[in-house]
């Protein structure tokens, strides 16, 4: 029998690769596929009793219901000489507990029921969210409405919030990329609260009586957007929300105005001295915000440029090609309420710092001066189009996209409409918003690094302004 089955076999060996070699396989490179069908989900939008506005999406696969909140508040309203006001509002709004529960009950019923509650607040919103199993969402649910609406800011927890934050503030030297982020943060929008960051002496300034002020200014159910998904009947949620929301009522919102930079594009080289072997590098320039209408034009552009991975220019030259640096990018961060910025970014040892900082203009400069390739155009386009579905993996972030669209005021079928309007884009689109967004002559270089290393001093890039660190670092 073993004598019968090896033979099989070895016939078996003969013969497979003659059949391999009849049968005719495609070509990969040639393959064509059908476009990628895909629909936006849709989400209910109910407005409660009291003004709030709520987008629904359930979802029974699992026994789990998850709600953030929107809140038009932002570190951009916070006086500048408390600057992290809102940061440190945001995180004491949680860990400080409520008027009708101390932090450490929060903390022993969230534990206990496996759930949890959230709170923060950024440069342009605030958010406070919830994650319960279904199970236990009517407590949940209880905890996170009082958080919203009525946080206690006990004074131990306040002084706690403060300590740590004056200690990171002391401790924000440290990494050399996190400096080169801040200072070419603070040098593109010099002049505006979007630049400023906290110092110890304005962390300092902040009392209690300050976060409750903020919290009163900004908290108000006609200033929030929630987001709900998970297990629950539409009905149902609306009436437990009505009723936990109960009594708190709408209020008008005065918001001070926010300066914003004057689009100058400026040339400036700063440089921050510091003992490592390896040079951090960040260049860029003021931006756009969500309602340009070459958005699409340039989110292609910027994927050619250095947003696509080994696919950009960025990494297939100076990775690549050069051997310069382990990543390299660049970014147009589109503001949603105000400029964003466009940043490129990488780190290189310290005796190829002027090599590469210099290359990294030339291939910036390049983008404005010919059309990029039909391959460059369509692998750029592609991926753009075909990562589209992943920003709706799961009801929650679908629930959560559709209130930050409400929030910021997009415009009717953005999303339905984002495929085919990155598609529309042309090699004479990305050329044309390449020269008019990209300004290499205008550029803000910074670079942290030891100068004594460098391979040419930063000065053959313009006037070089040494920038001081606080705390000797």
């Known amino acids: ?29 040639t393959m064509t596929f059908p476009p990628l069908a895909f629909q936006v989900p849709k989400a209910e939008r109910v407005v409660l009793d009291n003004g709030m506005t709520v987008y629904l999406m359930e979802d029974h696969e699992l026994p789990q219901v998850s709600i953030s909140a929107l809140i038009g508040a932002g570190s951009v309203y916070e006086p500048a000489g408390k600057t992290g006001l809102a940061g440190l509002t945001g995180a004491v709004m949680r860990n400080g507990g409520t008027t009708s529960l101390p932090p450490e009950k929060i903390n022993d019923e969230l534990e206990f029921m496996a759930s949890s509650v959230e709170s923060g607040i950024g440069s342009d919103a605030g958010t406070v969210s919830m994650v319960s199993l279904t199970k236990n969402l009517g407590r949940t649910l209880e ?17 706690l919030a403060r300590r740590q934050s004056i200690e990171a503030i002391r401790r924000q030297n440290d990494d050399p990329k996190q400096v080169a982020d801040r200072e070419l943060t603070k040098a593109i929008y010099r002049g505006s609260p979007l630049g400023r960051v906290p110092t110890v002496a304005t962390v300092t300034a902040i009392s209690r009586a300050d976060m409750v002020d903020f919290h009163r200014k900004y908290f108000h159910p006609n200033n929030v957007i929630l987001s709900v998904a998970g297990d629950f009947t539409g009905k149902e949620m609306v009436a437990a929300l009505n009723r936990v929301f109960a009594g708190w009522k709408k ?4 918001f001070p105005p926010v300066a914003v930079p004057a ?10 001295e510091k003992d490592v072997n390896q040079s951090v590098i960040r260049m860029g320039h003021l931006g756009i915000d969500k309602d340009n209408p070459d958005l699409y034009a340039i989110r292609v552009m910027d994927a050619i440029l250095g947003s696509n991975g080994f696919n950009s220019r960025l990494m297939s030259e100076i990775r690549n090609a050069q051997g310069l640096a382990y ?4 970014s147009f961060d589109i503001g949603k309420r ?18 590469t900082v210099g290359l990294m203009e030339e291939i910036i400069a390049g983008m404005t001066r010919q059309p990029v390739n039909d391959q460059e155009l369509k692998l750029s386009k592609d991926t753009i189009i075909n990562s589209f579905i992943f920003g709706f993996t799961s009801t929650a972030a679908v629930a959560a996209q559709k209130a930050r669209l409400e929030y910021y005021h997009y415009p009717a079928g953005y999303l339905e409409n984002y495929r085919d309007n990155i598609a529309r884009v042309t090699k004479e689109d990305v050329l044309r918003v390449a020269k008019k967004y990209l300004h290499p002559e ?6 942290v690094g030891d100068t004594k290393k460098f391979d040419k001093p930063l000065a053959s890039f313009g006037k070089v302004e040494e920038v001081k660190l606080e705390n000797g670092k």
Do not use: C, W
């Not at 029998?1 to 990969?28: C, K, N, S, T, Y």
């Not at 209020?251 to 005065?254: C, G, I, P, T």
């Not at 689009?263 to 921050?272: N, R, T, Y």
């Not at 990543?327 to 660049?330: G, I, L």
């Open 1 to 29: 029998m073993r004598r019968f089955v090896h033979g099989v076999a070895a016939a078996l060996l003969l013969i497979l690769p003659v059949a391999a070699a009849a049968q005719e396989f495609p070509d990969p490179r």
């Open 263 to 272: 689009a100058e594009f400026k040339p400036a080289v700063l440089h921050v």
């Open 442 to 447: 205008g550029m803000i270089l910074v670079v």
């Open 143 to 159: 905890i996170f409405a009082q958080v919203l609406m009525t946080p206690a800011f006990r004074e131990d927890r306040v002084e």
């Open 338 to 355: 105000y400029p964003g910025t466009f940043e490129a970014e990488t780190e290189t040892k310290a005796g190829t710092t002027a090599k």
């Open 327 to 330: 990543n390299v990018e660049s």
């Open 251 to 254: 209020e008008a919102v005065d």
